[in-house]
């Protein structure tokens, strides 16, 4: 007996597929009564902006973009993935950042920034979505996904905020509109400006002072950097038998060290793992392991106990021990 729900399954497929890639090429393939039936629905399908002129807990979303000059990119023909935040997060976004709505809105360069990073120039379905790799929008910059669990998508943001993709794939005309419970904020900051502000890399931020090596990590990149904590530099003088002083006064042997821990690309966590090895700004090769167990030349072992700090000029992945070049 044949399943009752397949064409149902098989019309869901045909719609989605002509979502993800435009449709002309689609629906000449499809031919007969049956394209005729998906041709007129396609057709009769709103636009992101009309679709999000669609949903009352989308108004904020729809006002902004209007304020931004953002409602052609919405609503001409094409290919684009919106990310829009609900009413409540753009509350929440305005009590974090101590703003009205009428002073974030007043600043139309920040606000386009910020709703830039929201669209994507193509059709992202969430069975498409590439789960913890870097995301790419249209203003610039990255982000992730991450399923984490009970059917639950999780998005980390530029400056490392995460929060819920609450809904999915509402098809449009031109695209695919998901729903955030978050306002998601691109990079403010680079990977040295990041290191200096967090509290488990000050030694790790005195020692690229020490080598000089501060600008280099505030240049363009794009950089990963296995940032050791400052647990791991300390272990690391225990291991040596060295003051910190002394450390920090062999400038040539610890820009060599900390040349070690950057590669240059941006790799998330799990874009980190893809090949056995990975050459480092030093020259020299570390081993990356299914589990991200970072090995160097001196079969020392690191693992990562926070990842994908995310930055204007790549990603720092903070690690528990300080690796050593030959």
């Not at 509350?91 to 360069?109: P, R």
Request: hydrophobic content about 40%; aromatic content about 6%; proline content about 3%.
């Amino acid at each position: 007996m044949q399943n009752a729900t397949a064409p149902f399954k098989r019309r869901r497929q045909v719609l989605l597929s002509f979502a993800a890639f435009g449709g002309a090429a689609l629906l000449q393939a499809c031919g007969g009564g049956g394209g005729d039936s998906i041709s007129s629905e396609i057709n009769d399908r709103k636009n992101l902006m009309q679709l999000s002129e669609s949903k009352p807990e989308l108004s904020v979303w729809v006002e902004a973009i209007n304020t931004a000059g953002l409602r052609e990119r919405l609503s001409q023909s094409g290919s684009n993935t919106a990310f829009a935040p609900t009413n409540d997060a753009f509350n929440a976004l305005l009590g974090e950042l101590g703003v009205s709505k009428d002073q974030l809105f007043a600043d139309k360069q920040t606000l386009t920034a910020v709703l830039n990073f929201h669209i994507l120039g193509k059709t992202m379905l969430r069975e498409t979505i590439p789960e913890g790799e870097a995301i790419e929008p249209i203003g610039g910059g990255f982000f992730k996904i991450d399923d984490v669990g009970n059917n639950t998508l999780q998005f980390t943001d530029g400056r490392s905020r995460t929060g819920r993709v609450i809904s999915t794939d509402s098809l449009a005309a031109n695209g695919v509109l998901h729903t955030l419970d978050r306002v998601m904020l691109p990079e403010n900051k680079n990977i040295s400006q990041t290191a200096a502000t967090n509290s488990e890399l000050t030694s790790f931020t005195a020692a690229l002072a020490a080598a000089g090596m501060t600008q280099t990590l505030e240049g363009a990149g794009p950089f990963t950097v296995l940032a050791p904590s400052n647990a791991a530099f300390a272990a690391l003088l225990v291991e040596l038998n060295l003051t910190e002083a002394a450390m920090l006064a062999d400038t040539e042997n610890l820009k060599k060290i900390l040349s070690y821990h950057v590669l240059q690309a941006r790799l998330t966590k799990v874009e980190l793992r893809r090949d056995s090895s990975r050459t480092t700004l030093q020259g020299g090769v570390v081993r990356i392991s299914d589990s991200y167990q970072i090995t160097d030349v001196k079969n020392r072992v690191a693992n990562i106990t926070t990842p994908d700090v995310f930055n204007t000029n790549g990603v720092i992945h903070i690690i528990d021990k300080v690796l050593l070049p030959a």
